[in-house]
């Protein structure tokens, strides 16, 4: 089975966010990158289902050089190979070019099955999977806690609003992953060191037969016009005193109802 | 052609969620200002009987699209529905509602007309035409504005933000007979929850526990939250350990929600947690540790053991209400 993975890379949870001098972009020279928490779960998955059935897992990312670490950590997690698909015309991409990058990259790769993370936690955008299966014309089965496959198709559960669906399709399909599907392996040291030597190739646009004029800034669809920072809150914070747990029960709802949040 | 904003009213099998008309009613509001008309568009199975209560909310123009084989969601089918109505006439703004399906139509209708889209919108302007939406991004440390290019601006709005502003008027019903293509998902079962409770990201008052429930009996919690009307949250340790369903986790690899008041139990408050509650408009931390992060962050903190605060908050609002 040919298996890819969609990864990208995201601000590690803790990491301080910075807006920079042009309003617009955050600064990154001292943040923690990693992979997207979803993400992980596709690679682990995707690792599994190599386990069970056989074939190769990608690691496709669409990113900056830095990127290349990431893939390298999936690497060690155990996957086969790793593309970077880097470009300066990529740098301020939005979700609708990275779809499109990643769909020009994926049509040269053969694919019996696609993962991807539900949604990043960057930018808390889910559109990428949902285009790319759009463009490839297969099935898209999101929100998956639990995968079999067998005999071409791949049966999945779906975490849904009002519970869980169990959804069927033929492969080539790209699945999504959410919390609950599996928890991701640690890469072992050995592993760590044995992922040197797998093949990451860097691509560029021109590469996958893309043109970088169709790509810069002027080809936004969604665009960031400025960021700022939410308002502080907690700056009234009331610590609610009282000798005992009742007196503070008594206190809070006070407080709460004064406040309107409670009737 | 005229002007007009488009409101997709969701898969709605159970009837109109009130997230859906916070959605029509911010759709009233654009409209209002652009000088445009509003139209609301239902899908599903069953839906004619209810879609004309979408008028109450502001729609001028109600689309209804009935047709049996739309009573189980497809994203492809629900999209192309939109799409051909999108086809005929584009609308300039085109607003979703905050659940999975909606997002899920939303992102694939995006992707078909090649157009930017915003999600969990917290707050829209115009600047003539051209909508300016604002949304969190970085799990809330930061808040973007974004504006769309395409052939419609499309939009999807977060729980709980936008308020319900009825604005009644006679609607023209508009039934259309869709073309419903052969699906490549094939549905096996069903696992579907009939809860009386309200949805997490829904509720305006969630009571979550975290590490210091120190294990599945949530028993106190669920008691408050049914007292007050609210739902039961999770941090991840509590889903980890088991204790809580993933459904009910609140955070950045969870739900994100934004109650009246989220009231944190025995949660230390981790950065990853934040991400998922950060914009309630009242956070009340209650925890044994004065040291817990969450005291950053809560408006009101309680230093007390959880199972001394509940049992008395429930037995303060119990008095409330009798």
């Known amino acids: ?263 | 052609m005229s002007k007009y904003v488009l409101v997709f009213a969701g898969y709605a099998p159970s009837g109109f969620k009130k997230s859906t008309f916070e959605a029509i009613s911010e759709g009233r509001r654009l409209a209002d200002r652009l000088n445009a008309s509003l139209t609301a568009v239902t899908a599903g199975h069953g839906v004619r009987n209810i879609a004309g209560g979408l008028a109450e909310y502001g729609a001028d123009r109600i689309i209804v699209c009935d047709h049996p084989e739309l009573a189980e969601f497809d994203q492809s089918r629900y999209t192309s529905i939109l799409e051909d109505i999108v086809k005929q006439n584009s609308p300039g703004i085109i607003l979703f509602g905050p659940s999975s399906y909606d997002k899920s139509v939303a992102a694939c209708l995006a992707a078909r007309l090649d157009a930017g889209i915003a999600s969990e919108c917290v707050g829209f302007e115009l600047d003539g035409d051209r909508l300016l939406a604002t949304r969190p991004m970085y799990g809330g440390k930061l808040l973007a504005g974004v504006t769309l290019e395409g052939a419609a601006q499309i939009a999807c709005i977060r729980s709980n933000v936008f308020p319900v502003a009825t604005a009644p008027r006679t609607a023209e019903v508009v039934t259309i007979d869709p073309q419903i293509k052969e699906s490549r998902i094939r549905i096996v079962e069903k696992k579907l929850k009939n809860s009386d409770r309200v949805d997490l990201t829904e509720a305006d008052i969630v009571v979550a526990g975290g590490r210091g429930v120190g294990g599945p009996d949530f028993g106190l919690l669920e008691r408050l939250a049914d007292l007050l009307g609210g739902a039961v949250g999770a941090s991840r340790t509590a889903v980890d350990e088991g204790w809580r369903p993933y459904a009910d986790q609140v955070g950045q690899t969870g739900k994100v929600v934004s109650p009246k008041l989220y009231l944190a139990c025995g949660i230390s408050g981790a950065m990853q947690h934040l991400a998922g509650m950060s914009s309630s408009e009242c956070i009340v931390a209650v925890n044994k540790d004065p040291d817990a992060p969450i005291f950053n962050y809560a408006d009101f903190c309680v230093v007390e053991d959880l199972f001394k605060m509940l049992p008395a908050l429930i037995n303060e609002v119990r008095l409330l209400t009798y």
Request: hydrophobic share 40%; glycine share 8%; aromatic share 2%.
């Open chain 1, 1 to 263: 089975m040919e298996i890819i993975v969609l990864l990208k890379q995201v601000p590690d949870t803790a990491a301080l966010i910075q807006i920079d001098g042009d309003n617009v972009s955050i600064k990154t020279e001292d943040v923690k990158w990693v992979i997207n928490p979803y993400d992980e779960l596709a690679v682990e998955e995707a690792l599994r289902i190599k386990e069970k059935h056989g074939g190769k897992v990608t690691i496709l990312t669409a990113g900056p050089e830095s990127a290349a670490n990431n893939i390298r950590t999936a690497l060690a997690m155990g996957a086969d190979e790793g593309i970077l698909i880097c470009d300066p015309a990529l740098a301020q991409a939005d979700p609708q070019l990275t779809a499109k990058a990643l769909t020009a990259a994926l049509k040269g790769l053969q694919h019996d099955l696609i993962i991807a993370g539900s949604r990043a936690v960057d930018d808390d955008s889910s559109y990428v999977p949902t285009a790319v299966a759009g463009y490839l014309d297969i099935a898209l089965l999101s929100m998956v806690v639990r995968q079999s496959i067998s005999d071409g198709k791949i049966q999945c559960e779906q975490t849904v609003q009002d519970g869980a669906l169990v959804v069927e399709a033929g492969l080539p399909a790209l699945i999504t992953t959410q919390r609950g599907l599996n928890e991701p392996r640690y890469p072992s040291l050995p592993n760590i060191m044995k992922a040197k030597k797998k093949p990451l190739t860097v691509k560029n646009l021109a590469d996958i037969g893309l043109s970088a004029e169709n790509f810069g800034p002027g080809s936004l669809k969604t665009k960031i016009v400025s960021l700022t920072y939410p308002p502080k809150r907690n700056s009234n914070k009331v610590v609610v005193e009282g000798g005992s747990a009742g007196e503070k029960a008594v206190r809070l709802l006070a407080l709460l109802r004064e406040k309107s949040v409670v009737g």
